[in-house]
């Protein structure tokens, strides 16, 4: 028998020292897309093995090709058998000369109408949210000599570039993982500061990195300009073709698979209370740009995008410098939704370049990610077990919604271990995660933990 | 009386001289577009000032807002009056990993079929064009104890970056600068490795940067893709509506006083030995790519264009982030033709980027460069005269050309000094200027000499 209230009280009386360990987490500057940083990311890594072990979990940094994944099991309980998730790599941090302190020396901060947070490059992805899962086993633990659920818990350092070693992993294990009952994934958010929020549709995602080849050196626009083909107004005319005046993505069979959202779901997203003006609002915006002939909830949760996540050639310094460059690059995601086939579109994407290309250039691609849409089995009693532990933990009833974002390993955990996943998070849309000045909620570090405490004790 | 012939012995004597003269001028990083390197453009200007002292110049680098002009006297001959202009400013390097050597550690290299050559930022344009001046003065000057006629030298740093200070320099100095009768110009191409030329046609060159302007702050495209309006789709639309399929350039008005070619002149150039598919086979080429019924020839000699030079914005490292950022970027210039307005060409650039913002993006603008086409007064008989030396150096009819380049300052020279400018210069297609491995074959450094000395003379 595993009783809540004392796991709550510990949690209330060791604040202060679950703050300085998310603290001293935040600190190790575990960006994983640069191999510069690929030591911090084995730093991090080693840190959550020693937490976990000091916990009581039996924990292990499993070398990867890549980054290491940890891996903690306590199946010591009677009950069913969760498999946590989250990541403990970050996102870079540049433009550095944006941030208003160092991304790895977390401050503590005041939000305006929203209370104290914490800003630091992943303080809201995803350090802060998988230590509220961390922090509440632990209290769990200590107040009850034992976890109410056998817990199993996979961190891993690649999700920000796509987690390439992830799905070896899984299916290096899938006999020991696939035991689990179902999948808890901590790296979404509520649906606003008072109201929690149980994610049941992710878009998947493909990346592309495109390289236009021109001539075969920078040319002098003077002297060639007119006559040789220029790699930066080829990619611009490309790039300026992918979507039509209406918002529309314009790469052939792009929206076969995308189904339109069913009457029940629309009628409860509906009923959410939205404002499009103020969610646009707080980034500096004022109407949707994408699809005309949809919402914002729609465009974001339920439509795929095509978006252009960088670009650059030729000369970008100060001043001014007259050259037609040899190559012209970007970079461009897709998000994905419903039935559309991550390989299709990557297919997709090549030919839509490929087929406006003149004859005298050439294209390069590099693949990035490539995971398909999923929904989650609401059905599932647990769905509501876990919506009535959040519901009595936050004063408001919690929400089914969707999310525009992308987590891999959900589809992953689906085909590889017949996982099911439960997405909850305690992120605001104002955490300005990948951009400077990320920070976490306070209340949502310290209720989130007290949330996973009561999901636990619920799923027994 | 000025004698030819000991002053063309005196340059084939002391070659080894001339090119350690040169190679000491290329050593220095007089790159003038970036701040960092003001430093040494001062030093470029002052060994210019040493080195017109030693020959017996007055010579001064006088300080303007930004890099020295250089300007050096010897009037004491009897003849007419030269004013030769060339630059000690050279573009930046990047990308410098291009290089096979370092960009200011001058090389000898052999170029295959054509010899000797120097290998430096600058041996092409325009330290090694503007030292076949110099030591053609300098040859005159020993061998004959006077040059042949008054020149002064000018010699400014901001020619890369259009010349800012240079118009109010003249302005300042018309009275005396216009008292010479031709200004003489070194900054041009041959038209092949054995046909020297005389430019006779410029076109003008407007620069513009342009800053899109989106959301406050960069974003998740996981989060707001779809909905939240993105600067780098939004600048790549922009960009890539430049040019209708034929390449005609879309901004309102842009062909307002673009002139064809009169019958006489293309019957010239059509008279020129040119094979566009060798023109272009040179640069990985193999088709014309701007205006689809215009020849090579045509579009980079009479005909306007708009070309994209730089763009960047969003990630552009390692890996992938998937970021709509908060703005993007782009440098584009024009090359103008005819009676086309500089300032009106400036507007309507301007004008057709804000008409096609959405209402959630603006954008920002920062003016380089402007100025005209110009075209020079062929049927005074200097023209003759000097077509005549140029022929007898190199054995070949020396051709009146045009050039895709812009040279301000050959307009400056017309509307502030009242100077017609005769336009001859030793660079050959394949020099690489702006680009990596820029060179300037040893043959147009040493028969570029003579040339001039054999001009000087006949001009007298």
Redesign the interface.
Known sequence: MNSLDPALNLLDQRREEALARLFDLLRIPSI????AYAAHCQTAADWLVTDLTAMGFEAVAHPTGGHPIVLAEDLSAEGPHVLFYGHYDV??V??LE?WDSAPFEPQMIEVAGAGPAIRARGAGDDKGQLMTFLEACRALKSANGALPCKVTILLEGEE???GKHLPGFLEQHAERLGKADIALVCDT?MWDARTPAITTML?G?V?E?VTIH?????????????????P??V?????????DGEGRVQIDGFYDGVPEIPANIRAQWDALPFEESA??GE?????????QD?G?LE??WA???A???????????????????AE??A?I?F?LVGQQDPAKIREGFRRFVRDRL???CRASFIA??GSGATAMPVADPVFEKARAALTAEWGSEAAFIG????IPVVGQMQQILGLDSMLIGFGL?DD??????EKYQLASFEKGARSWARVLVALA
């Open positions: 994983s897309t640069d191999p996102q870079p540049d433009p944006l920000e570039t796509g958010s878009r995602m990346g990195e021109g001539p075969d050196r920078d040319l002098h626009s003077g002297y060639y300009g007119g006559a040789a083909a220029n930066l107004a990619l611009s005319q490309i790039l300026g073709a992918l979507h969610f646009l980034i500096g915006l004022s109407r949707p740009w994408g699809e949809r914002v465009q974001t439509r795929p995008t978006e252009v996540n960088g670009v650059w050639g030729g000369y970008t310094g100060a001043g001014f410098k007259t050259v037609i460059p012209a690059h970079k995601s998000r003149p004859s005298d990035y990610g999310s525009g974002g992308s849309a300005a995660i990948h951009s400077p000045n």
